[in-house]
């Protein structure tokens, strides 16, 4: 997701998709300490994903 699509996003939306993302974040790393999963570099991936919607939400509840 690009950050231009998350800037789009209402606060309804960041929130709903954070919270996705932070569940497919521990399903992944839960996968992984299971046996190792095929591209480790989703886990990377899906916590930058998180960081940048929180990132979001919090400018747009700081612009209220």
């Not at 996705?20 to 994903?49: G, V, W, Y």
């Not at 919090?58 to 209220?64: G, I, M, S, V």
């Amino acid at each position: 997701m690009k950050n231009s699509e998350i800037r789009a996003l209402s606060v309804d939306e960041l929130k709903e998709k954070l919270t996705t993302e932070k569940e497919a974040l521990q399903k992944l790393k839960f996968a992984h300490a299971i046996s190792p999963i095929e591209n480790p570099m989703k886990i990377k991936d899906t916590r930058k994903l998180i960081a940048r919607l929180s990132t979001e939400l919090r400018a747009k509840a700081l612009d209220k």
